[in-house]
């Protein structure tokens, strides 16, 4: 699921399409390892004080999580 298809507020979708964009776009193994921990961290950030709906947050972390899986694929090559 895109991000543009998720409910939630637009401070959180800039930030979030900030990150995936990000995580597609890391050049090797080491930044892209950095950067799941950024989406992890927002995302368990977005948890702790509840900002999302546990179902939009769900969703949220399967798209950051598919991301980095795509992206970890790609530099292994």
């Keep these: 699921m895109p991000l543009t298809h998720?409910?939630?507020p637009e401070t959180i979708k800039t930030e979030a399409?900030?990150?995936l964009?990000?995580?597609e776009n890391a050049n090797g193994l080491l930044e892209m390892?950095?950067?799941a921990?950024?989406?992890e961290g927002f995302t368990r950030?977005?948890?702790c004080v509840k900002a999302l709906p546990q179902a939009e947050l769900d969703?949220?972390?399967r798209v950051f999580t598919s991301a980095v899986?795509?992206?970890m694929a790609a530099l292994r090559g």
């Design 6 to 8: 998720l409910s939630i």
């Design 17 to 19: 399409v900030q990150i």
């Design 21 to 23: 964009a990000d995580l």
């Design 33 to 35: 390892s950095q950067l």
């Design 37 to 39: 921990g950024v989406a």
């Design 45 to 47: 950030a977005l948890g």
């Design 59 to 61: 969703t949220l972390e």
């Design 69 to 71: 899986s795509r992206r």
